[in-house]
């Protein structure tokens, strides 16, 4: 059973994802928060698997609250889920560079919160292709500077290949056919690159990928 936090100030708005994911078999709703302070004592104490966490919150806003759980070693199982009212929020790249596992429009259809959840789970990316690469083209060119490329000197050159591919906004089907291997290899090459990095999942691979000068905003692929 998959068990969600919802944290949003708008009682609508967890009132209306608790009805969704309460109907399915697999899903279950584990609590609720009105703010950031209240969310982090919720996920302290219930350790929820995923947290879908309003980027505007009072007391402490959803970016903060992120950082908080995601720089806690002891939560490293709980994935945050951004919700945000635009899809290119002025947020949503720090949000994923403090290690919140993708993001999510609010009005997104039902069937796309669901598959999110489930995904986020499993470890692969909440950003599809297209919206990564939209993010990527929004936000990579206010990141910091790269970092020097030593960071990525124990991948083997076909993982460093891979991980650029996962930066330009590659699914796991797309850079199997660009490389012509299997999806089932890529996905290997992805789950080994994610392992050697420390990264949580894929959508902090994205930013790696950038923040390492592997992949310069742009390379759109």
């Known amino acids: 059973m998959i068990r969600v936090l919802l944290a949003d100030d708008q009682s609508l708005v967890r009132a209306g994802f608790r009805a969704l994911l309460d109907a399915q ?15 982090l004592r919720k996920v302290r104490e219930l350790r929820p698997d995923v947290v879908l966490m309003d980027i505007r919150m009072p007391l402490l806003d959803g970016l903060a609250a992120t950082r908080r759980i995601t720089d806690d ?7 945050v889920v951004m919700l945000t009212t635009f899809e290119l929020d002025e947020y949503v790249f720090e949000a994923i560079r403090s290690g919140a596992s993708g ?21 692969d990316a909440l950003l599809s292709p ?16 790269p970092a020097a490329a030593g960071t990525l000197t124990e991948l083997t050159e076909r ?8 930066g330009i906004g590659l699914s796991n089907e797309e850079i199997a056919r660009r490389l012509v291997v299997s999806p089932l290899t890529a996905k290997t090459h992805v789950s080994r ?5 420390g990264a949580r999942d894929r959508a902090q691979l994205v930013v790696l990928a950038y923040e390492s000068g592997l992949v310069r905003p742009g390379w759109l692929g």
């Open 73 to 79: 070693d002891t939560l490293a199982g709980v994935k």
């Open 25 to 39: 078999p697999d899903i279950e709703v584990a609590g609720e928060a009105a703010d950031g302070e209240e969310a």
């Open 193 to 197: 690159t994610m392992v050697k990095l």
């Open 159 to 166: 993982e460093r290949e891979v991980m650029a591919l996962v």
């Open 130 to 145: 297209g919206v990564t690469r939209r993010l990527i083209a929004e936000f990579a060119a206010r990141s910091k500077e």
């Open 103 to 123: 993001f999510l429009v609010k009005d997104t259809e039902p069937d796309e919160l669901l598959r999110a959840v489930r995904a986020v789970v499993e470890g």
